[in-house]
């Protein structure tokens, strides 16, 4: 970790009006929007067409109940989108407090919504990572359950100094994932 490499606060600027924040921007589907792709659902299409046949054979009961009944289950099916849209977006906005690397050497605590690519942070315990990072240093045990069901934590081991491209499908042990939960971090020797 070099801290010379670090931005400064004129080029932490320029970054971020190039990158912009670091934050995952789930867009909200209006109710409009949701009820059109429910009704357009193959599904009530057919009970439209149900309805339409019971009623000119007479079974306007029959198919009053059917119109009924499917207006309940898109209401209930509207609501329940909703709400699971709402809770995506409050989860794709998670922040949470990281120590940055700075010119001088020192760690200042910044949000994690204030990050760039090609910062240095040191990697807190115990919490979700907000973002992709590429372990520098050390080694990190992690707990991907989220992304990859597997149940047992998983080390991942600091990336080797080679002159080669970073792949992230190549060095996914030295990829931290967003979302994944640190167990436990191992610092290196000489931090």
Request: aromatic share 10%; with cysteine; net charge neutral.
């Amino acid at each position: 970790m070099n801290p010379t490499s670090c931005y400064t606060p004129n080029q932490r600027l320029q970054q971020r009006l190039f990158f912009g924040r670091c934050e995952v921007d789930v867009p909200k589907k209006s109710l409009g929007k949701l009820f059109v792709d429910e009704v357009l659902n193959p599904f009530y299409i057919f009970q439209v067409f149900s309805m339409a046949l019971w009623f000119w054979d007479g079974y306007r009961m029959y198919a009053s109940c059917i119109l009924v009944i499917s207006s309940g289950s898109i209401c209930a099916s509207l609501i329940s989108v909703n709400s699971n849209n709402e809770r995506i977006r409050k989860m794709a906005k998670y922040v949470c407090p990281m120590d940055l690397l700075q010119k001088d050497g020192s760690f200042k605590n910044v949000p994690s919504d204030e990050l760039l690519p090609g910062d240095v942070v040191r990697i807190p315990t115990q919490n979700v990572l907000p973002c992709d990072f590429i372990l520098l240093t050390g080694g990190v045990i992690v707990n991907e359950a989220m992304l990859t069901g597997e149940s047992i934590p998983v080390m991942k081991a600091s990336l080797p100094m080679t002159s080669e491209v970073y792949s992230e499908t190549e060095t996914s042990r030295h990829t931290l994932f967003g979302g994944t939960s640190v167990v436990q971090v191992r610092p290196s020797g000489n931090e």
